[in-house]
């Protein structure tokens, strides 16, 4: 058998390979952006990121099936690291400003970062509003970073809500599992917390583990109106608690002194990327339309038999009641396939035939939950 110390020198060479070989990735992406500027392309593309991803797995794969003795490294990890790969060369790039509902160490800040990788740029805001405002208007931001599902919440209808009177397409998905976390200044013993700063669905989502754990009746709750905002007045005051995630403990220096508190180990949100850009097909899309049905008997059956009759998926369907006139509705469906695919041009153009109302609001590539 080698000694340690063996093993040591080839991991040391095969390092200074794997350094040349991220800095010879970096010329190439620098080449990239020259290109895309002077064709006045986008730099993040979410059809390539995914077409990246795709590559590296089966690359993984075919090196297990040539050495199956071999110690298979997590697929989520070898993602990550791609990810932080790409977020340093987009940022050599001279990649986009993303814009999300703040302030810094919030959920969707935090999956602003688990999306385009710890180098992005970004601008926290104020309110979901404010992302679709601030890009309507151009300048300070490429792309937002909104909210659209969650597991225990449901549907985030300020997000789609907004989509009514905009302009604006989505441009990728992402899924984000919701870690909430116990946090203070320093140590201290669970009996001993006598305020918690939340928001109010943090609070809610923790409902069962608070009630086993903590003494409640001595504990007071401060709401806030984030994660973020709790987990920074936790530091500031240092009187009480928060409840939030490891990245709010990270950028406002707390402990994590009761790790994923939540009550639901399912716990996920969805977010769109938005913009002004259309992301090309990938062969695995979704598309997000609004349709508007008419006050009739059928109206709901026709609009939804041309996805039966071709065989399309729908993933999501809801129903929010018109602003114009009560007892209309616009559906907001999510469903299989991209608008370019000539099977989905087909059935967009009965949806506009049969409704009182279409809006595309984008096609992109279908995310995973990791």
């Known amino acids: ?27 190439l992406a620098h080449e990239i952006g020259r290109v895309k500027r002077d064709r006045n392309e986008t730099v993040y593309r979410p059809d390539r990121e995914k077409e990246v991803y795709q590559n590296v797995q089966a690359i993984a794969e075919s090196y297990y099936q040539e050495k ?3 110690t298979r490294f997590p697929s989520e990890a070898l993602q990550s690291i791609y990810r932080e790969l790409m977020s340093g ?22 999956a602003t970062v688990q999306r385009f ?16 405002r601030t890009l309507e208007a151009g300048g300070e931001a490429t792309f937002g970073m909104v909210p659209v599902d969650n597991t225990t919440g449901g549907s985030v209808m300020t997000t789609l809500d907004a989509f009514l009177e905009s302009g604006l397409k989505i441009y990728a998905e992402h899924f984000s599992r919701i ?6 200044h320093d140590e201290i013993a669970l009996d001993d917390i006598r305020r918690i700063y939340s928001i109010r669905i943090g609070q809610e989502q923790c409902r069962d583990w608070l009630a086993a754990h903590l003494n409640l009746r001595e504990v007071e709750f401060v709401e806030t109106n984030s994660t973020a905002a709790a987990a920074r007045l936790a530091a500031e005051r240092k009187d009480g608690a928060a409840i939030g995630s490891n990245l709010a403990a990270e950028l406002y220096n707390l402990r994590i002194i009761a790790r994923s508190i939540q009550d639901s180990t399912n716990n996920i949100t969805r977010f769109w990327v938005i913009g002004n850009e259309q992301c090309k097909p990938t062969g695995d899309d979704k598309t997000s339309v609004i349709v ?8 709901l059956f026709s609009i939804l038999d041309p996805f039966h009759m071709a065989g399309i998926n729908l993933t999501k369907i809801e129903s929010r ?8 509705y616009n559906f907001y469906i999510d469903f299989q396939g991209h608008f370019e695919d000539p099977h989905i041009a087909d059935i967009l153009r009965k949806l506009e035939e049969r409704s009182s109302f279409l809006k595309i609001l984008g096609s992109y590539p279908a995310a995973k939950v990791l």
């Open 1 to 27: 058998m080698k000694d340690l110390s063996y093993y040591r020198q080839e991991i040391d060479g095969l390092d200074r390979d794997i350094v040349r070989m991220i800095l010879r990735r970096a010329d």
């Open 68 to 70: 199956p003795d071999s």
């Open 89 to 110: 060369t987009i940022y050599l790039e001279g990649g986009p400003i993303v814009a999300y509902m703040g302030p810094e160490g919030s959920f969707s800040h935090m």
């Open 117 to 132: 990788g710890s180098s992005v740029r970004s601008l926290p805001l104020p309110t979901i509003t404010d992302v679709f």
């Open 179 to 184: 870690q909430q976390h116990l946090l203070y």
């Open 292 to 299: 508007g049905v008419h006050d009739r008997p059928g109206s």
């Open 321 to 328: 009641i018109t602003r114009r006139n009560y007892g209309e």
